[in-house]
């Protein structure tokens, strides 16, 4: 992806719709962002929808009523575990966004890859927002998570600078995932969360920077199910998200 970061943030150092008040449906899909979108701002958040909503499952959908900050056109983003069964394929899916793409769907083995980040070049200190989380007891687990089903699931929402020089591939079905760890994460912080909330609750997630560096990609990511990567987490499990800003 070669782009003028400043087309994604606003004067404030906002991406677009971090509110996520803004929606429209496209080939049935919910996506984030309205019809007025420009192609820049068409691609600041992604989720699986593409790939789970064509089996009458879809695991992100915007909510008008559980809201953070009520009001006309205000809505939040609702993500929800769930079961997704194709032919003699079940896999789990959790309710997931992020800052990027879907790449390649695979239907038949109910697997996808996620291109994370988009262009991005600030330090912000933090990422703040609004989070409700249901969970369920975890009822299907995989390798290396097997150890967790019967256990409540948990959800997060994470923030990664970096200086990649595209765009990350994820890739469930191979396991390859983003390693905190990695040279080219430059600034990092995440927040789990692990227990039934009767409510929204603020929270705030400091970035530890590593270095100096200059950011090239922000991925920011959300999921009702942290080891959803793994296929494993609780059927039902549900992550609300309203009111995402950076801080600096």
Sequence with gaps: MNADPDSYVDGNGQLYNMGFDLWCYEDGDAVFYDSLA???????????????????????????????????????????????????VKKLAAGS??????????????????KWG???????????????????????ANDPYKDKKGTLDNGHVAVYLTDWDKQFTVDPGKGRFVDPEDEHIIGYGIITFDSIMNGYEKFTIPIEYYNDRTPRYVVVVGSSSSFGDYFTG?????????EFRFVY
């Design 97 to 114: 966004i992020f800052t990027g793409s879907m790449g390649n769907i695979n239907l038949s083995k109910l697997t996808a890859t996620l």
């Design 118 to 140: 988009i262009p991005f070049t600030l330090r912000p200190q933090a990422l703040e927002g609004y989070a409700c989380y249901m969970p369920k007891t975890i009822n299907v």
């Design 234 to 242: 609780g059927e039902g499990s549900t992550l609300w998200l309203d």
């Design 38 to 88: 420009t192609d820049e701002q068409k691609k600041v958040w992604g989720s699986a929808n593409s790939s789970t909503a064509s089996f009458g499952k879809p695991t992100c959908v915007p909510d008008s009523v559980m809201v953070a900050v009520e009001g006309p056109g205000k809505y939040a983003v609702k993500l929800k575990t769930q079961q997704i069964n194709a032919l003699f």
